[in-house]
């Protein structure tokens, strides 16, 4: 069932927002027991998120209004249920059979779902990290990582496609998370005017970002890389330097002030526990499954952001005539399209764009993207386990890349190069790359920069690419120091 609101849709967001936010709960509070409840379409669910960022396993999938982005924006919170990693000893295919078979079980007992092209109620939303399928994939026992999926049973839902904002909440959905839910939007006029003021106040960096190892340190790292390189080991390593800071103070208030300008397309917040919360600007699509077909889209080639049109223009072309940023494309396009061809009916899989040139706020990207029919009885949960790390974080052939990153990074990587998803019980994923990612643990919050290196690679020049990558997210936290 439906319950539509007739909303003035002139008024200027975000004060659009405020003026319709009593309408809104009023329509919620008389829609407890509503399946669907369709509010007027939001491009951004941003405002509305800032409404459940301090519940318990808030989650926010955020497009960041950015070209070649996710479908859809999906925030919740208040889970059903929670499945670690270490729940399952570190066994990847037993945590993702019990997240599928919880969200299976939920879509067979939801009528509406089944009817409908509209998303279920019940949602899986988590993060599978690097580490673990990095060490599966060179034999090494694996110490069982920070990952976890959260699985619940309402979500707020922005379709693009659809043009459509809705609340759904799951048949299960408990009465105390549905009267949570309209009760935060029924204080939500009170909580969005006081936003900016609480917000600019509720965190700031006390110790600025430190590189981890010595400019140095990465030189001699980059050279041993090439070493590999020349003896036939490899063709190309991502190798990744990592930066510290203390922060104080809310992770997702450090979030909405880098994100507004310089959040890609598969962009998200997690909030995994009071000590634990990622918050990811990534603007690379892992995988995505939707009636059946997978779609993939590695990022290879970088280019510096211009404030001058002109020199922003130059630096746009340079990167599409560049020998070296479309091998590394294509090199890794084909470590993909191999990858899904496991996976994927015979002859199905495309490469339906290469080298595509794509401007995000800081930087200038090359993007492939490889499409395949996914075969008959493989779920899409163990096609993204089976395929991480993706090829674009870890290099060719990626075993051998793999172990080279164990042997040269002093830290763990984490959360970054690893993937946030989301999934539903019908088949669907949508997943990203976790780069331009950050990991807040306790008061640490870290931040890497990456590049690949091949054997015409300067270090200095891969050093630069990663500042570009990542600089501008560290000066804007830093701005609040």
């Known amino acids: 069932m439906y319950t539509a609101l007739s909303i003035d849709r002139d008024i200027t967001y975000p004060y659009r927002f405020l003026s319709i936010l009593p309408l809104l709960v009023e329509g919620l509070f008389m829609s407890l027991t509503e399946h669907i409840i369709s509010l007027p379409f939001e491009a951004s669910l941003i405002e509305w998120a800032s409404l459940f960022a301090h519940l318990p396993g808030f989650a926010y999938l955020d497009s960041g209004n950015q070209t070649g982005g996710t479908e859809r924006e999906l925030l919740t919170?208040?889970?059903?249920?929670?499945?670690?990693?270490?729940?399952?000893?570190?066994?990847?295919?037993?945590?993702?059979?019990?997240?599928?078979?919880?969200?299976?079980?939920?879509?067979?007992?939801?009528?509406?779902?089944?009817?409908?092209?509209?998303?279920?109620?019940?949602?899986?939303?988590?993060?599978?990290?690097?580490?673990?399928?990095?060490?599966?994939?060179?034999?090494?026992?694996?110490?069982?990582?920070?990952?976890?999926?959260?699985?619940?049973?309402?979500?707020?839902?922005?379709?693009?496609?659809?043009?459509?904002?809705?609340?759904?909440?799951?048949?299960?959905?408990?009465?105390?998370?549905?009267?949570?839910?309209?009760?935060?939007?029924?204080?939500?006029?009170?909580?969005?005017?006081?936003?900016?003021?609480?917000?600019?106040?509720?965190?700031?960096?006390?110790?600025?970002?430190?590189?981890?190892?010595?400019?140095?340190?990465?030189?001699?790292?980059?050279?041993?890389?090439?070493?590999?390189?020349?003896?036939?080991?490899?063709?190309?390593?991502?190798?990744?330097?990592?930066?510290?800071?203390?922060?104080?103070?809310?992770?997702?208030?450090?979030?909405?002030?880098?994100?507004?300008?310089?959040?890609?397309?598969?962009?998200?917040?997690?909030?995994?526990?009071?000590?634990?919360?990622?918050?990811?600007?990534?603007?690379?699509?892992?995988?995505?499954?939707?009636?059946?077909?997978?779609?993939?889209?590695?990022?290879?080639?970088?280019?510096?952001?211009?404030?001058?049109?002109?020199?922003?223009?130059?630096?746009?072309?340079?990167?599409?005539?560049?020998?070296?940023d479309r091998a590394e494309n294509v090199m890794i396009t084909d470590l993909l399209r191999n990858d899904l061809g496991r996976f994927c009916e015979a002859g199905s899989v495309k490469v339906t764009e290469l080298c595509g040139l794509y401007s995000f706020d800081n930087v200038h990207h090359l993007i492939s993207t490889i499409t395949g029919q996914v075969a008959s009885g493989i779920s899409a949960g163990n096609v993204m386990i089976a395929s991480s790390p993706g090829g674009s974080i870890t290099g060719a052939p990626k075993k051998r890349a793999v172990e080279i990153i164990a042997e040269l990074e002093p830290h763990a990587r984490g959360a970054y190069c690893g993937s946030l998803f989301a999934m539903t019980g019908d088949g669907w994923l949508q997943s990203s790359i976790a780069i331009r990612t950050l990991e807040a643990k306790g008061t640490s919050l870290y931040c890497w920069g990456g590049g690949d290196i091949t054997a015409s690679s300067h270090w200095e020049a891969e050093y630069q690419e990663t500042l570009d990558k990542i600089g501008p997210i560290m000066q804007a936290l830093e701005a609040h120091h």
């Open 77 to 324: 919170a208040l889970p059903s249920a929670r499945h670690t990693l270490q729940q399952y000893s570190g066994d990847m295919s037993r945590w993702m059979e019990a997240i599928e078979s919880a969200l299976a079980h939920a879509h067979r007992s939801d009528e509406a779902a089944q009817s409908s092209d509209n998303m279920g109620g019940c949602i899986a939303i988590g993060h599978l990290d690097y580490d673990t399928p990095a060490r599966y994939l060179v034999g090494e026992a694996a110490e069982p990582g920070a990952s976890a999926a959260h699985v619940y049973h309402w979500v707020m839902v922005s379709d693009f496609a659809a043009h459509s904002t809705q609340v759904v909440f799951h048949p299960d959905c408990s009465e105390a998370t549905r009267r949570a839910v309209s009760a935060i939007l029924q204080r939500g006029k009170e909580t969005l005017q006081n936003d900016d003021t609480r917000e600019q106040a509720a965190f700031s960096i006390s110790a600025r970002f430190e590189p981890s190892i010595s400019k140095i340190a990465y030189r001699d790292a980059i050279r041993r890389i090439q070493d590999y390189i020349v003896a036939g080991d490899c063709y190309q390593v991502n190798y990744a330097q990592r930066f510290a800071a203390t922060l104080q103070g809310d992770t997702w208030a450090a979030y909405r002030a880098v994100r507004d300008k310089l959040a890609g397309g598969f962009s998200g917040f997690l909030r995994h526990g009071e000590d634990h919360a990622i918050l990811s600007l990534s603007p690379e699509r892992f995988l995505e499954i939707h009636n059946g077909v997978i779609t993939t889209q590695p990022i290879k080639g970088t280019a510096p952001r211009h404030l001058d049109v002109t020199a922003d223009r130059a630096s746009a072309a340079s990167l599409l005539r560049s020998d070296k």
